[in-house]
């Protein structure tokens, strides 16, 4: 009865995630959980708890007993972009500021080599919103939020692990603006939001080398998403129609992970994560000429009686490639990408820690900070110029740990 009142509220818990997340490696999180996030999103070879599963559910082979851990993550991005650029291309703020993201993950020990799991979390997002914006830029809101489900089992012995979860994914998406001026129409002036779910997996496993390296990898399926057709009705304004619409296919690509963990000391941990997100493969976004992203992340966590500290950094190409000036639909792709999807982040800065309440609860936090980039796209075809977005990022996350 415990354990059902706990995924109910686990459900509760994901389904109020916030539709506006801005995340770093393209429009996924970088990572799930206080300590994972100081890591620099280091923990496909590092065990971490409960919320391990997110990054390699093999992990799980390393846990004792059971416990539950859950927080929320504030991320306060900020995004500009200069509009049109005919009309003078003033540059306007996005409103879509501030976002909050929660995530609950449970795990226990069926025996000495099996332990299962569940998690619930917002796991990728997206937005922007200028519906306040001036006369010479564009009224525009975008919002994509997705909401996972991870049910994971693990088998593990002394010095190995195999661990796989089914995946339940939920998103929603929203594209709407007005540029009745510009001839293009008012779309969905009503602001409606589409949904779509979907079903993959997640599979991994990890080896210890020695008493003090551990070596992983991991791999995330492809999650087919079709958000009912906000994709091409926003391409309607464009004048994108018949063979030159836009799809409304939006698939979540694969992932896979490789990761290493080396103890130098009882108190000191290096960390190494390498990741390649498909985004080349994936259904929607190689339409719009997304390609596979690589990311290195690395972190460093000091841990003593009672606390840890890390740190970490993170680093991954922008996904977005920029389409030849000159030929229309090409420059619509571009605007789109710059305008409604601004995934163009590449390196983050985070650090946090944990200290013990009780012998049964702890406390974390983390932050991360993502410098500004700055993205220019030629649009020269149908707006005379090009257009220019910018974009930085922060981020603070709270989590509490209750071990059974």
Not at 127 to 132: E, F, R
Not at 192 to 210: H, Q
Request: proline content about 3%; hydrophobic content about 40%; glycine content about 12%.
């Amino acid at each position: 009865m415990k354990v059902k009142k706990l995924v109910v509220a686990m459900f509760a818990a994901g389904m109020v995630a916030s539709p506006l997340v801005h995340a770093t490696n393209g429009d996924e999180m970088m990572a799930v959980g206080s300590q994972s996030t100081a890591l620099g999103g280091t923990g496909v070879a590092h065990f971490m708890g409960a919320e391990s599963v997110w990054a390699n559910p093999a992990m799980l082979g390393k846990s004792k007993g059971a416990e539950v851990t859950g927080g929320v993550v504030i991320f306060t991005p900020k995004v500009s972009n200069t509009g049109v650029p005919a009309l003078s291309g003033v540059t306007s703020e996005s409103k879509a500021a501030t976002s909050y993201i929660p995530d609950v993950s449970y795990s226990s020990r069926i025996s000495d080599s099996l332990t299962y799991g569940i998690a619930v979390a917002g796991i990728a997002g997206m937005g922007v919103d200028y519906q306040t914006s001036p006369a010479t830029h564009i009224y525009a809101k975008s919002a994509l939020s997705i909401l996972r489900v991870l049910p994971t089992i693990t088998y593990n012995t002394k010095d190995y692990a195999v661990g796989f979860s089914p995946v339940f994914q939920s998103g929603s998406l929203r594209l709407s603006y007005n540029a009745s001026g510009l001839g293009m129409g008012n779309i969905n002036p009503t602001g409606t939001s589409d949904s779509s779910s979907g079903f993959g997996y997640s599979l991994g496993g990890y080896f210890n080398a020695s008493s003090a390296l551990t070596l992983a990898a991991s791999y995330q399926s492809e999650i087919a998403a079709k958000y009912g057709t906000q994709i091409s009705n926003a391409g309607v304004g464009f004048g994108l129609t018949g063979a030159s619409a836009f799809g409304d296919d939006l698939n979540q690509p694969a992932e896979m992970k490789a990761g290493i963990a080396y103890a130098m000391s009882d108190s000191v941990t290096l960390t190494v994560d390498y990741k390649q997100i498909q985004w080349g493969s994936a259904k929607g976004y190689k339409d719009f000429n997304w390609k596979d992203q690589t990311i290195v992340a690395v972190g460093g966590k000091y841990a003593a009686n009672g606390y840890w500290l890390g740190l970490g950094y993170n680093s991954g190409n922008d996904p977005i490639e920029n389409l030849a000036a000159g030929v229309y639909r090409q420059e619509c792709i571009n605007f789109f990408n710059n305008m409604f999807f601004p995934a163009v982040v590449t390196n983050s800065y985070t650090f946090g820690g944990g200290f013990e309440l009780s012998k049964s609860l702890a406390l974390e936090a983390s932050a991360v900070i993502t410098p500004e980039v700055t993205k220019v796209t030629p649009v020269t075809s149908f707006f005379a110029g090009n257009n220019t977005t910018k974009h930085s990022q922060q981020s603070y996350s709270a989590s509490l740990r209750y071990k059974f």
